[in-house]
């Protein structure tokens, strides 16, 4: 009987041993298995990470150009109204011009033309009140007035040159507003 439990033991032992390295084969798969799902976890994170840093960056960026449009556009809008305001003042002052110096620049337009007399003026509806019909040109002054303007029309035949106050200073726009931003503006 000693040899069957010697036999027994024997296969017992062979089995076991099989079941061990089964167990241990099976262990070593599953730490493995668990290996790999960790490092797949851990660059699934890493990406993860990445694009949301990517993202925030991003959303900075936005933020920071919106931001700095914003202020750009802000003084911008700082500069047209200054220069604005100040062609606006540039019409008002020429609007407020005494009598004697709106003669002297009528007479002085009417000096770079040669045979004045060719020439009928028409006085701007502000500038007839300002004169008072004692302007005393060489050329013929019309009855006819610009309603609500200043300055005056140089007209001969159907050819009109306009020396109307706020179309001469709207000619001059881009040159003021160069002016005004060489002068005010340099260092923004």
């Given at each position: 009987?000693?040899?069957?439990?010697?036999?027994?033991?024997?296969?017992?032992?062979?089995?076991?041993?099989?079941?061990?390295?089964?167990?241990?084969?099976?262990?070593?798969?599953?730490?493995?298995?668990?290996?790999?799902?960790?490092?797949?976890?851990?660059?699934?994170?890493?990406?993860?990470?990445?694009?949301?840093?990517?993202?925030?960056?991003?959303?900075?960026?936005?933020?920071?150009?919106?931001?700095?449009?914003?202020?750009?556009?802000?003084?911008?809008?700082?500069?047209?109204?200054?220069i604005s305001?100040y062609i606006?003042?540039?019409?008002?002052?020429?609007?407020?011009?005494?009598?004697?110096?709106?003669?002297?620049?009528?007479?002085?337009?009417?000096?770079?033309?040669?045979?004045?007399?060719?020439?009928?003026?028409?006085?701007?509806?502000?500038?007839?009140?300002?004169?008072?019909?004692?302007?005393?040109?060489?050329?013929?002054?019309?009855?006819?007035?610009?309603?609500?303007?200043?300055?005056?029309?140089?007209?001969?035949?159907?050819?009109?040159?306009?020396?109307?106050?706020?179309?001469?200073?709207?000619?001059?726009?881009?040159?003021?507003?160069?002016?005004?931003?060489?002068?005010?503006?340099?260092?923004?």
């Open positions: 009987m000693a040899d069957i439990n010697g036999l027994t033991n024997s296969v017992i032992e062979r089995e076991q041993a099989k079941v061990d390295q089964a167990v241990q084969a099976y262990q070593q798969e599953q730490a493995a298995e668990t290996e790999t799902k960790k490092e797949n976890l851990k660059q699934t994170f890493v990406k993860r990470k990445f694009n949301l840093e990517q993202d925030s960056k991003r959303q900075l960026d936005i933020l920071l150009n919106s931001a700095s449009l914003r202020k750009r556009d802000q003084i911008l809008e700082t500069k047209q109204a200054i305001d606006a003042q540039v019409k008002h002052s020429f609007e407020q011009l005494d009598a004697e110096t709106t003669k002297k620049f009528i007479e002085s337009v009417l000096n770079e033309y040669s045979n004045p007399e060719q020439y009928e003026i028409v006085l701007g509806e502000k500038t007839r009140d300002l004169l008072n019909n004692s302007l005393q040109v060489k050329a013929p002054v019309s009855n006819e007035t610009v309603a609500g303007k200043a300055g005056f029309v140089l007209r001969q035949g159907s050819i009109e040159y306009n020396y109307l106050f706020d179309n001469l200073v709207e000619e001059k726009t881009s040159s003021l507003q160069r002016l005004i931003v060489d002068q005010i503006f340099k260092k923004s």
